[in-house]
Protein backbone atom coordinates (compact mmCIF):
# COMPACT_ATOMS: atom_id res chain seq x y z
CA UNK A 1 0.00 0.00 0.00
CA UNK A 2 1.24 3.06 -1.14
CA UNK A 3 2.33 5.75 2.03
CA UNK A 4 1.47 9.35 1.25
CA UNK A 5 3.93 12.04 2.35
CA UNK A 6 3.29 15.34 2.13
CA UNK A 7 5.69 18.39 2.52
CA UNK A 8 6.05 22.06 1.52
CA UNK A 9 3.47 23.26 4.26
CA UNK A 10 4.22 26.32 6.18
CA UNK A 11 3.29 29.95 7.46
CA UNK A 12 2.65 32.81 5.08
CA UNK A 13 1.65 36.33 4.55
CA UNK A 14 -1.51 36.78 2.67
CA UNK A 15 -1.28 37.03 -1.03
CA UNK A 16 2.01 35.08 -0.74
CA UNK A 17 2.55 31.56 -2.32
CA UNK A 18 3.45 28.52 -1.11
CA UNK A 19 3.86 24.85 -2.97
CA UNK A 20 2.72 21.14 -1.34
CA UNK A 21 3.99 17.98 -2.76
CA UNK A 22 3.26 14.81 -2.30
CA UNK A 23 5.44 11.17 -3.21
CA UNK A 24 4.60 7.55 -2.30
CA UNK A 25 8.62 6.13 -1.89
CA UNK A 26 8.39 3.18 -4.20
CA UNK A 27 5.08 3.77 -6.06
CA UNK A 28 3.70 5.59 -9.26
CA UNK A 29 0.50 7.05 -9.12
CA UNK A 30 0.58 6.33 -12.61
CA UNK A 31 -2.91 3.60 -11.42
CA UNK A 32 -4.26 6.42 -9.44
CA UNK A 33 -6.64 9.52 -9.29
CA UNK A 34 -5.28 11.69 -6.57
CA UNK A 35 -6.41 14.98 -4.52
CA UNK A 36 -5.83 17.23 -1.88
CA UNK A 37 -8.20 18.16 1.23
CA UNK A 38 -7.78 19.93 3.83
CA UNK A 39 -8.88 20.61 6.85
CA UNK A 40 -9.31 23.76 9.25
CA UNK A 41 -9.87 23.57 13.14
CA UNK A 42 -13.21 23.18 14.12
CA UNK A 43 -13.93 21.96 10.45
CA UNK A 44 -15.25 19.41 8.48
CA UNK A 45 -12.55 18.33 6.02
CA UNK A 46 -13.16 19.18 2.17
CA UNK A 47 -11.75 18.73 -1.10
CA UNK A 48 -9.32 21.35 -2.40
CA UNK A 49 -8.77 20.21 -5.83
CA UNK A 50 -8.35 16.80 -7.47
CA UNK A 51 -6.57 15.56 -10.91
CA UNK A 52 -7.36 12.03 -13.00
CA UNK A 53 -4.98 10.07 -14.74
CA UNK A 54 -5.65 11.57 -18.13
CA UNK A 55 -4.76 15.04 -16.10
CA UNK A 56 -8.05 16.56 -16.12
CA UNK A 57 -8.42 18.65 -13.12
CA UNK A 58 -11.58 19.62 -10.65
CA UNK A 59 -11.06 22.24 -8.30
CA UNK A 60 -13.66 23.80 -5.23
CA UNK A 61 -15.19 27.13 -6.07
CA UNK A 62 -13.07 28.72 -3.12
CA UNK A 63 -9.66 27.66 -4.78
CA UNK A 64 -10.49 28.22 -8.43
CA UNK A 65 -7.99 30.90 -10.43
CA UNK A 66 -5.69 30.38 -7.34
CA UNK A 67 -5.05 27.31 -7.08
CA UNK A 68 -3.01 24.39 -9.18
CA UNK A 69 -2.85 20.79 -8.78
CA UNK A 70 -0.56 18.97 -10.96
CA UNK A 71 1.71 15.84 -11.03
CA UNK A 72 5.39 15.52 -12.81
CA UNK A 73 5.44 13.36 -15.65
CA UNK A 74 6.94 10.30 -14.10
CA UNK A 75 3.82 10.40 -11.99
CA UNK A 76 5.47 10.14 -9.13
CA UNK A 77 5.09 13.46 -7.43
CA UNK A 78 1.41 14.86 -7.18
CA UNK A 79 1.55 19.17 -6.48
CA UNK A 80 -0.64 21.86 -5.46
CA UNK A 81 0.55 25.38 -6.46
CA UNK A 82 -1.34 27.99 -3.85
CA UNK A 83 -1.08 31.60 -4.96
CA UNK A 84 -3.00 34.86 -3.43
CA UNK A 85 -3.00 32.58 -0.01
CA UNK A 86 -6.18 33.88 2.01
CA UNK A 87 -6.53 33.50 6.05
CA UNK A 88 -9.31 31.11 5.15
CA UNK A 89 -7.01 29.01 3.60
CA UNK A 90 -5.57 28.04 6.74
CA UNK A 91 -5.86 24.55 7.13
CA UNK A 92 -4.22 21.10 7.50
CA UNK A 93 -3.39 20.30 4.08
CA UNK A 94 -3.76 16.13 2.93
CA UNK A 95 -2.78 14.35 0.20
CA UNK A 96 -4.91 11.56 -1.27
CA UNK A 97 -5.09 8.60 -3.55
CA UNK A 98 -7.77 6.64 -4.81
CA UNK A 99 -7.62 3.51 -7.49
CA UNK A 100 -9.36 4.36 -11.04
CA UNK A 101 -9.14 7.12 -13.75
CA UNK A 102 -10.79 9.97 -12.34
CA UNK A 103 -13.74 10.96 -9.70
CA UNK A 104 -14.68 13.73 -7.73
CA UNK A 105 -14.18 15.78 -4.35
CA UNK A 106 -15.47 13.50 -1.81
CA UNK A 107 -13.79 12.30 1.00
CA UNK A 108 -15.21 8.87 0.86
CA UNK A 109 -13.79 7.51 -2.92
CA UNK A 110 -10.44 8.06 -1.32
CA UNK A 111 -8.24 4.77 -0.06
CA UNK A 112 -4.75 6.05 1.13
CA UNK A 113 -4.24 9.55 2.72
CA UNK A 114 -0.61 11.36 3.83
CA UNK A 115 -0.54 12.42 7.57
CA UNK A 116 -1.16 16.13 6.53
CA UNK A 117 0.98 19.50 6.29
CA UNK A 118 0.32 22.76 7.87
CA UNK A 119 -0.75 25.32 6.16
CA UNK A 120 -1.09 29.47 7.93
CA UNK A 121 -1.75 32.32 6.40
CA UNK A 122 -1.77 35.71 8.83
CA UNK A 123 -3.34 38.88 7.72
Known amino acids: QPQLVESGGGSVQSGGSLTLSCAAPGYTFSRFYMAWFRQAPGKEREGVATIARDGTTTYTDSVKGRFTISQDNAKTELYLLMNSLKPEDTAMYYC???WGLGGGLSEDEYEYWGRGTQVTVSS
Open 96 to 98: AAA
